[in-house]
């Protein structure tokens, strides 16, 4: 494999690395963020557990998925120069705006929410973690419209070798943009529905005594799966037309057509599942054991399919970085090496693949543990001595 091929593969793979972590938590912010409503409504403690216990999980999630996107945007700067340098004055537009106005309001009203349990009035303590659901979104919306802007360069002309932004208005209303944004958070919604079905099943295949905790949260998942799986399957059939109209032959290369089909197989098969199995039997899901090793396998899928709609969009446009503007060939970064793309593409795969390890492990041991062992939002140990080691045990 050449220097190319080998760079393509790298941020293919850590990539769809990173993208396993955003679409989980897209899918956890607002399920997180109507239980958390719930309670404050109603004044219910389960709703208040519920809250922090999948709120625990979507922290554990947020603050490793930090780590992936810090990788890709290294890669920018050592394997892609060439698109910073013809580019970047467009494509870094919708990059920075993330950065600054999406993931740093993100990260402080999460900060917020997560240190100002029983310490700010509830009203306010709910508010932030909607704003962390909103910018979580707003994040979609820049990082979709550069990706979108690679896709489709509208708003752009190029001079002196350059391409320059004239119409901003047209880099956020891209055709490319359009339909790929809601289907992504409703991608989100599926894999967080899926993840709440099968950790719940888990634990009620184990006989939790959390059985109500439990209950209530696989049927909050099969619901979210259903309205996720809808709306994904919907959005993704809209975008063949205008998808089509600006990069004809998208779905016929060696790479978008096998994963077309992959995403189709799986994203309609999950649909199915969901809409007239699930669906139909959400009484009795939580009250028979025998479905629940079903649901845990079903986990996955919502994430398989995310991937493969991701190469999708990522390898239906090939040859080109800038469709119909810049080859991926002049967009590697000039000089670079076999061996230097090897190594670099080892060690970022290598701390992602790490990455993900960890993220799966602190989630399953969150969730063997159940909701009577979360620290977030614990209440604060009253003043005093510290208990005896003795009478600790």
């Given at each position: 494999m050449d220097v190319v091929g080998l760079a393509r593969l790298q941020f293919a793979?850590?990539?769809?690395?990173?993208?396993?972590?955003?679409?989980?938590?897209?899918?956890?912010?607002?399920?997180?963020?109507?239980?958390?409503?719930?309670?404050v409504l109603s004044g219910n403690p389960l709703h208040e557990r519920m809250t922090r216990f999948w709120g625990q999980i979507y922290v554990i999630n947020y603050a490793l998925g930090?780590?992936?996107?810090?990788?890709?945007?290294?890669?920018?700067?050592?394997?892609?120069?060439?698109?910073?340098h013809y580019a970047g004055d467009v494509f870094g537009a919708p990059l920075a705006m993330e950065t600054l106005l999406a993931f740093f309001l993100e990260s402080t009203f999460l900060g917020l929410w997560i240190f100002g349990w029983h310490?700010?009035?509830?009203?306010?303590?709910?508010?932030?973690?909607?704003?962390?659901?909103?910018?979580?979104?707003?994040s979609a919306l820049f990082v979709l419209a550069a990706n979108a802007f690679l896709q489709h360069p509208a708003g752009s002309v190029e001079r002196g070798g350059r391409l320059v932004l004239v119409d901003a208005a047209a880099l956020f209303t891209n055709p490319t943009l359009v339909f790929a944004l809601p289907?992504?958070?409703?991608?989100?919604?599926?894999?967080?529905?899926?993840?709440?079905?099968?950790?719940?099943?888990?634990?009620?295949?184990?006989?939790?005594?959390?059985?109500?905790f439990f209950t209530r949260s696989l049927r909050t998942g099969v619901i979210t799966a259903f309205v996720g799986s809808l709306f994904t399957v919907g959005f993704g059939y809209a975008q063949f037309g205008p998808v089509g109209a600006v990069q004809p032959g998208k779905f016929d290369g060696p790479v978008a057509g096998p994963a077309l089909g992959l995403?189709?197989?799986v994203g309609q098969l999950g649909q199915l599942l969901v809409m007239f199995v699930l669906l139909p039997l959400l009484y009795w899901l939580p009250r028979w054991r025998w479905p629940q090793p079903f649901l845990m396998a079903l986990t996955p899928l919502p994430f398989v399919a995310a991937i493969a709609g991701w190469l999708v969009?990522?390898?239906?446009?090939?040859p080109w970085l800038v469709y119909g503007r810049l080859t991926v060939a002049d967009a590697l970064t000039p000089g670079l090496s076999k061996a230097a793309i090897t190594a670099s593409f080892a060690g970022f795969a290598g701390v992602l693949g790490l990455l993900a390890l960890v993220d799966y492990a602190l989630i399953a041991r969150a969730v063997r543990r159940g909701p009577g062992q979360v620290a977030l939002g614990a209440p604060d140990r009253p003043a005093g001595p510290l208990p005896s080691p003795v009478h600790s045990l």
């Open positions: 793979v850590t990539g769809s690395l990173h993208f396993l972590f955003v679409v989980l938590t897209l899918g956890l912010a607002p399920l997180v963020a109507i239980m958390n409503t719930r309670h930090i780590f992936t996107g810090l990788v890709m945007e290294f890669q920018f700067g050592l394997s892609w120069s060439g698109l910073s310490r700010l009035p509830r009203g306010l303590h709910l508010a932030c973690i909607w704003l962390v659901t909103l910018t979580a979104y707003a289907h992504v958070i409703s991608a989100g919604l599926w894999a967080g529905g899926f993840v709440l079905m099968g950790a719940s099943a888990y634990q009620l295949f184990r006989r939790t005594a959390d059985r109500e995403m189709i197989t969009r990522e390898g239906g446009r090939q």
